[in-house]
Nanobody, 125 residues
Framework: QLQLVESGGGLVQPGGSLRLSCAASGFTFNNYTIAWFRQVPGKEREGVACISSSGYNTIYPDSVKGRFTISRDNARNTAYLQMNSLKLEDIAIYYC??????????????????WGQGTQVTVSS
């Protein structure tokens, strides 16, 4: 079981940027697909990025495409989410998650086995 810890959330003005980190503990981090999800009260947990175990494949929903970039450094057991041009609609708790398998757009949160505790992203003028 992989242990995940998010960091890097905070308060940013609209149009600003944040970089989230997801630190993993385990011997086989490079075998896991890593995804970032976000959730606001009353709404479904939404996937915002996924990266394959090798880092070769990434996917994004239209809501963040062109603004968010997921990456990973397998040597450091860490994944990242670079968020640019942040909007009020991006306010949420952001979670990283891990599972075996490929990155596909139709894989929901329930299919991920390991989760961090989340980090709050607040966008405010």
């Amino acid at each position: 079981q992989l242990q995940l810890v998010e960091s890097g959330g905070g308060l940013v003005q609209p149009g600003g940027s944040l970089r989230l980190s997801c630190a993993a503990s385990g011997f086989t981090f490079n075998n896991y697909t890593i995804a970032w999800f976000r959730q606001v009260p009353g709404k479904e947990r939404e996937g915002v990025a996924c990266i394959s175990s090798s880092g070769y494949n990434t996917i994004y929903p239209d809501s963040v495409k062109g603004r968010f970039t997921i990456s990973r450094d397998n040597a450091r057991n860490t994944a990242y989410l670079q968020m640019n041009s942040l909007k009020l609609e991006d306010i949420a708790i952001y979670y990283c998650a891990a599972r075996f398998g490929r990155c596909t757009a139709d894989v929901g949160a329930y299919q991920y086995d390991s989760w961090g505790q989340g980090t709050q992203v607040t966008v405010s003028s």
